[in-house]
């Protein structure tokens, strides 16, 4: 059995990071149109938080993603399961996600998008854990560095449950937190 631990991340420090890179995203475009691409189905909660923050033209679209790997080696490969509906040829793309964690998602994803030739494309997550890389990569907006911890809440997971949590928290399971 898995038991909700401590709140990590409350909602009132999810808002000021939500503010704060819906304020940079804002300055960076200035004014451009960005289609903001949401990874379902983690992404949704932050996503809808994050859109009301941006000021500039901002077009909705969404995917849903795995990403192969055979344990050592990242295949490169991201099998789409759902794909956007837009072409995305000379558009900004910000890709927006949950969370970043051994970094084979969003790396396949960037490939993938790259190749149909949009004007930009960047990555925007809610949470990232640096200490979990199995490739490189870095996102272009973080809202907040965590620890090598299974969190759940604010859009995230576990076996499909405690996306609605409003606060972020650290899971327990029993026979330790394998991911
Ligand atoms: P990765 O960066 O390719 O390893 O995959 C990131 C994906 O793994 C995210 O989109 C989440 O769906 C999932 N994930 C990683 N860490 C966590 C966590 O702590 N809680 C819930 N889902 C997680
Ligand atoms: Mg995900």
């Given at each position: 059995m898995e038991r909700v631990s401590e709140v990590l991340i409350s909602r009132e420090t999810i808002n000021e990071f939500v503010c704060r890179l819906g304020e940079q995203i804002s300055k960076d475009y200035n004014g451009e149109e960005i289609v903001v691409i949401g990874v379902l189905k983690g992404a949704c909660v932050f996503l809808s938080d994050l859109i009301r923050k941006i000021t500039c033209p901002v077009i909705l679209d969404f995917m849903q993603v795995s990403s192969y790997f055979n344990g050592t080696v990242s295949t490169g490969n991201v099998h789409i399961r759902k794909d956007v509906d837009?072409?995305?040829?000379?558009k900004n793309i910000l890709i927006v996600e949950d969370i970043i964690d051994s970094g084979i998602t969003m790396q396949s994803l960037m490939r993938e998008l790259s190749a149909r030739n949009p004007k930009s494309i960047k990555v925007c997550a809610a949470f990232d854990k640096p200490s979990r890389r199995k490739v490189e990569f870095q996102a272009d907006y973080i809202g907040m560095e965590i620890p090598d911890a299974f969190v759940i809440g604010y859009g995230l997971d576990y076996a499909g449950k405690y996306r609605n949590l409003p606060d972020v928290c650290v899971l327990e399971l029993d026979g330790g937190n394998e991911t």
């Amino acid at each position: 059995m898995e038991r909700v631990s401590e709140v990590l991340i409350s909602r009132e420090t999810i808002n000021e990071f939500v503010c704060r890179l819906g304020e940079q995203i804002s300055k960076d475009y200035n004014g451009e149109e960005i289609v903001v691409i949401g990874v379902l189905k983690g992404a949704c909660v932050f996503l809808s938080d994050l859109i009301r923050k941006i000021t500039c033209p901002v077009i909705l679209d969404f995917m849903q993603v795995s990403s192969y790997f055979n344990g050592t080696v990242s295949t490169g490969n991201v099998h789409i399961r759902k794909d956007v509906d837009l072409d995305l040829e000379g558009k900004n793309i910000l890709i927006v996600e949950d969370i970043i964690d051994s970094g084979i998602t969003m790396q396949s994803l960037m490939r993938e998008l790259s190749a149909r030739n949009p004007k930009s494309i960047k990555v925007c997550a809610a949470f990232d854990k640096p200490s979990r890389r199995k490739v490189e990569f870095q996102a272009d907006y973080i809202g907040m560095e965590i620890p090598d911890a299974f969190v759940i809440g604010y859009g995230l997971d576990y076996a499909g449950k405690y996306r609605n949590l409003p606060d972020v928290c650290v899971l327990e399971l029993d026979g330790g937190n394998e991911t």
